[in-house]
T-cell receptor, first 115, second 112 residues
Framework: GAGVSQSPRYKVAKRGQDVALRCDPI?????LFWYQQALGQGPEFLTY????????KSGLPSDRFFAERPEGSVSTLKIQRTQQEDSAVYLC?????????????FGSGTRLTVV | GQNIDQPTEMTATEGAIVQINCTYQ??????LFWYQQHAGEAPTFLSY????GLEEKGRFSSFLSRSKGYSYLLLKELQMKDSASYLC?????????????FGRGTSLIFHP
């Protein structure tokens, strides 16, 4: 596609509910990143994929967070047993490959509110 | 840990010039990015610096000094549409992965 697409745009979850957030990166982009952005803060790194391989998951805040990219394109971020502190905007970004002088293209994000 | 600092907020007036500073202390360095983010929208790429010096792109310029761990974004001829958050991000290559690490962002607010 022309850009990075994320769905849903908004998600309201009851505390304890599981949620799944989807990211469709730009076609052919090798690298895919997930970030969490709290209100008034910069994006915080969660995890990174190169094709289908999850090369870095050091930013995932707990074992309730899980991400996958099984075929090296679409990625899903799953949060189990959501808690109020999980409320944030979850951003996905992709880039053609590692390194390089190009920027990273972000999706519009999924705003998760846990009530 | 990685440390990227930028002011929380800056004020400006239409037509003016503003300089947003970013300092960083990181375990590695493979380039510095500036992004613009309007409220409720995705960050959009503005500039990339990997070598020392000034990169100019229209009304926006970005400067880097690697020895000082310092960058700035210069915005000229400010317009109301420039009201946004400006994010500084350093790409850090630990173990071969190139991961952009962001500062908290600087909100540019206009005074009438």
């Amino acid at each position: 596609g022309a850009g990075v697409s994320q769905s849903p745009r908004y998600k309201v979850a009851k505390r304890g509910q599981d949620v799944a957030l989807r990211c469709d990166p730009i076609s052919g982009h090798v690298s895919l990143f997930w970030y969490q952005q709290a209100l008034g803060q910069g994006p915080e790194f969660l995890t990174y994929f190169q094709n289908e391989a999850q090369l870095d998951k050091s930013g995932l805040p707990s074992d309730r967070f899980f991400a996958e990219r099984p075929e090296g394109s679409v990625s899903t971020l799953k949060i189990q047993r959501t808690q109020q502190e999980d409320s944030a905007v979850y951003l996905c970004a992709s880039s053609p490959r590692e390194g390089g002088t190009y920027g990273y293209t972000f999706g519009s994000g999924t705003r998760l509110t846990v009530v | 840990g990685q440390n990227i600092d930028q002011p929380t907020e800056m004020t400006a007036t239409e037509g003016a010039i503003v300089q947003i500073n970013c300092t960083y202390q990181t375990s590695g360095f493979n380039g510095l990015f500036w992004y613009q983010q309007h409220a409720g929208e995705a960050p959009t790429f503005l500039s990339y610096n990997v070598l020392d010096g000034l990169e100019e792109k229209g009304r926006f310029s970005s400067f880097l000094s690697r020895s000082k761990g310092y960058s700035y974004l210069l915005l000229k001829e400010l317009q109301m549409k420039d009201s946004a958050s400006y994010l500084c991000a350093v790409r850090i290559p630990p173990g071969g992965s190139y991961i952009p690490t962001f500062g908290r962002g600087t909100s540019l607010i206009f005074h009438p």
